[in-house]
């Protein structure tokens, strides 16, 4: 079982309320990820981060925001939720390739299912 | 582009028969291919990673081939249990990017059936 976490694993919130995806990893590694998937379909990715202090968009454009403060921590925040951010969201964190880690394997949380009444 | 398109889209069969799930992938220039088991609400788990040079893995009952001048991939599952109900997700990184770009399919909706 990886060591990642995400909280809450259910949300449900109303139309324009700001919300905040914590996702926390102990297993040191430098990246992290954020992907949306939707019931059926593939896992898009959002976001993405190398390391501290370094935050990237990934394919599929998102009008949530993050953030890498810390290592072990990056958190995905929505600052007016809508119904159209209903979705699972998952946070996978690998290591460094420099580092020689598995072929870049990553290791995903529980997720967080978000629902936008 | 590059794709990953999986095959059936969803299957049942009996607890403690056989199934093999289908991949096929567009991704260049690839680096390995990851079969991972997704149960209902939960993240994806790895059950197997295979590069260029490796034609089976198997993980206890889950057995991947891959061919990749065909690109293609399987994912043999043997005496299926009920626990084996989950989504089966085909899973290609490249090797053209430092990010290690992951490229996923649709996954295998299976349901095994007392």
């Known amino acids: 079982e990886a060591d990642i976490y995400q909280t809450p694993r259910y949300l449900v919130i109303g139309t324009g309320k700001k919300i905040t995806l914590e996702c926390s990893q102990t297993?040191?590694?430098?990246?992290m990820y954020w992907y949306q998937q939707d019931p059926g379909m593939e896992l898009h990715l959002i976001h993405y981060s190398y390391g501290v202090n370094s935050t990237e968009k990934g394919d599929l454009s998102s009008e949530s925001t993050v953030s890498r403060i810390r290592t072990e921590h990056f958190p995905l925040t929505l600052e007016s939720a809508r119904p159209s951010h209903t979705s699972q969201y998952l946070c996978a964190s690998s290591e460094s390739r420099l580092a020689g880690g598995s072929y870049n394997e990553q290791f995903f949380g529980p997720g967080t299912r978000l629902t936008v009444l | 582009k590059n794709q990953v398109e999986q095959s059936p889209q969803s299957l049942i069969i009996l607890e403690g028969k056989n199934c093999t799930l289908q991949c096929n992938y567009t991704v260049s220039p690839f680096s390995n291919l990851r079969w991972y088991k997704q149960d209902t609400g939960r993240g994806p788990v790895s059950l197997t990673i295979m590069t260029f040079s490796e034609n089976t893995k198997s993980n206890g009952r889950y057995t991947a081939t891959l061919d990749a001048d065909t690109k293609q991939s399987s994912l043999h599952i043997t005496a299926s249990q009920l626990s084996d109900s989950a989504s089966y997700i085909c899973v290609v990184s490249d090797r053209g990017s430092t990010l290690g770009r992951l490229y996923f399919g649709r996954g295998t909706q299976l349901t095994v059936w007392p």
């Open positions: 297993m040191g590694h430098d990246k």
